[in-house]
């Protein structure tokens, strides 16, 4: 692949793309499957939710494509994605909640990419809009991972 014309941006974009495509079609499924078998509450918000949806999910996948730029190696991308990834986790309220995080690392949560679209996506299930600051961090993480991933990216 190193020898074609393309330059890293169409590529890393196609890629980001075919991700998002794969996420958005599993999520659906996901949210119908338990609206059918358990009779779940799908979200309140729908046009905000996906908007949502879309935006963080790509963030999200544009810091996996900065850590697929900069890993020394194929076999070492995995581990430092998991590296990356627990502690986004954490930061999005998986096992704290954020509403009960210590004042100093809800800021920190807030500032993430992953709290953020956490926040942003409870938001819109329970029917508010997602708070304006929130999409603006989302969308900073992810024209900000995103071009970082174009810059670092080599055809090595």
Avoid: C, Y
């Avoid at 393309?6 to 499957?33: E, K, M």
């Avoid at 949806?53 to 998991?82: C, M, N, Q, Y």
Wanted: net charge positive; hydrophobic share 60%.
């Amino acid at each position: 692949m190193s020898t074609t014309p393309v330059h890293p941006a169409r590529v890393l974009g196609a890629q980001l793309l075919i991700n998002l495509a794969v996420g958005t079609v599993s999520t659906g499924i996901l949210i119908l499957a338990a609206w059918l078998a358990f009779g779940s509450t799908p979200p309140r918000q729908w046009a905000w939710f996906i908007l949502v949806f879309l935006l963080g999910t790509a963030a999200l996948l544009a810091i996996g494509l900065v850590i697929a730029s900069l890993a020394p190696s194929a076999k070492s991308a995995p581990g430092i994605g998991s590296a990356v990834m627990f502690p986004l986790m954490f930061l999005g309220g998986v096992w704290v909640p954020r509403e009960v995080m210590p004042e100093p690392l809800r800021v920190i949560s807030d500032f993430s990419v992953a709290g953020p679209f956490a926040q942003a996506l409870k938001d819109t299930w329970v029917g508010q809009p997602p708070q304006l600051m929130h999409l603006v961090v989302v969308a900073a993480g992810l024209v900000l991972f995103g071009g970082l991933a174009v810059r670092t990216f080599r055809w090595e």
